[in-house]
């Protein structure tokens, strides 16, 4: 004897032995949980590196709650704003483009999600120093790669309060800008717009545990840690694509 049941899509016949009846269930109610976890618009990605992996610079403690306590928190906060909103379907590039029309929750928790999955994107743990190429274009535009690291440890160390300091891309050029709070020059509300190839977070919970109020000995630490390859291959995609 055998019984028909419909879930998901999926027709089952389960035989009366209760092993069989095991097997045929659980992948339906795997199936059936993942499809109901995809209904979240956004979706924090793995980080690349385990939390300690960027020691000394960046200590363990602050990696893991920096991801999964405010990276974690901008994810859960921007799924919730757009849901029913305008912003809805929209990709996060699309909502950042035009993130005037929307409310300050949406700004700041876009912002949130897209310069952290950034910022972990380009830091690595034993990174490599830039390539003869990329170091070319840093001395045109800067005079030399320690003068450009001057320039940006400046900018990020001035940053009052919370917010960003960025490599960008403007026009085919390079050029250094700071945000507040969690706008990127991606957004149509910020004055420097361009597209970012290099992050730095200088909100206090980035460095407050271990560095207190030196913001700049965490960034003096930071450049140990910068994923230059990752830096360089945002940088081509820009110049290549304008
Ligand atoms: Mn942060």
Redesign the pocket.
Known sequence: MQTKYIAGGFIIKINKTPMKLFKNIIPVILLLTASHSVSAQFKLAPLPYAYNALEPAIDKETMEI?YTK?HQGYVNNLNAAVKGSAAEGKSLAEILASVSSYPAAIRNNAGGHYN?TMFWQVMGAKPKAPSAAFLKEIDQTFGSLDKFKAAFADSAAKRFGSGWAWLIVQNGKLKISTTPNQDNPLMDVVKEKGTPILAL?V?E??YYLKYQNKRPDYITAWWTVVNWEEVEQRYNKVVKKS
């Open positions: 920096h405010h952290h977070d909100w919970h980035a």
